[in-house]
């Protein structure tokens, strides 16, 4: 799996600097799992992997709102869970 990398190069005459842009992962003595895990998490902190997942399918606004609805309310529960308050013993 080869990935394209775009170069820049920087300066003038042969002072000039290649500089790589976006995701790209330069792999250095042949350590490609490394590399591999760092581009992993280029892509993840992109937001790439995400936006990916949400245009797999159309989700209808409403239902977009629902399922936002549900989160907050676990997150709601969640905190009032944490604030540990005591059980009633009846």
């Not at 170069?7 to 290649?18: A, F, N």
């Amino acid at each position: 799996m080869a990935i394209p990398q775009r170069q820049k190069e920087y300066g003038r005459g042969k002072h000039k600097e290649k500089r790589y842009d976006g995701s790209t992962v330069i792999v250095q003595d042949g350590k490609f799992e490394s590399a591999l895990r760092q581009f992993k998490r280029k892509i993840e902190a992109n937001g790439l992997i995400q936006e990916l997942r949400d245009r797999m399918e159309y989700v209808k606004p409403t239902t977009k709102r629902k399922i936002a609805k549900g989160r907050a309310k676990s997150r709601w529960r969640k905190y009032i869970a944490s604030q540990g308050m005591p059980k009633k013993l009846y």
